[in-house]
Nanobody
Framework: QVQLVESGGGLVQAGGSLRLSCAAS????????MGWFRQAPGEEREFVAS????????YYADSVKGRFTISRDNAKNTMYLQMSSLKPEDTAVYYC???????????????????WGQGTQVTVSS
């Protein structure tokens, strides 16, 4: 099983940028599809972005497309989420996730996640 630890969250003004990182332990990282989800207070956890093993295919929620970029470095067992043009509605706890297929993470959401990180708070002020 992959163990995941997020970092990089914080407080930023609207229009600003943040980069989240997800460090993974275990040899299984390079064989996993990876993704980011987020959960705002009182809301369900929702899909943000996913990336497959070879980093050739990436998928995004419509709400972040064009603003967020997901990437991974298999040599470093690390995944990233570069967030730009942040909006107050992006405020949430962001979770790193490991699954088996990046497209299924986008299509079916949380039910496809095999491992979760503990989450990192992102707050965007207006």
């Amino acid at each position: 099983q992959v163990q995941l630890v997020e970092s990089g969250g914080g407080l930023v003004q609207a229009g600003g940028s943040l980069r989240l990182s997800c460090a993974a332990s275990g040899r299984a990282f390079s064989s996993r599809a990876m993704g980011w989800f987020r959960q705002a207070p009182g809301e369900e956890r929702e899909f943000v972005a996913s990336i497959n093993l070879s980093a050739g295919n990436t998928y995004y929620a419509d709400s972040v497309k064009g603003r967020f970029t997901i990437s991974r470095d298999n040599a470093k067992n690390t995944m990233y989420l570069q967030m730009s043009s942040l909006k107050p509605e992006d405020t949430a706890v962001y979770y790193c996730a490991a699954g088996f297929d990046a497209l299924r993470l986008r299509t079916f959401g949380s039910s496809q996640v095999a491992s979760w990180g503990q989450g990192t708070q992102v707050t965007v002020s207006s």
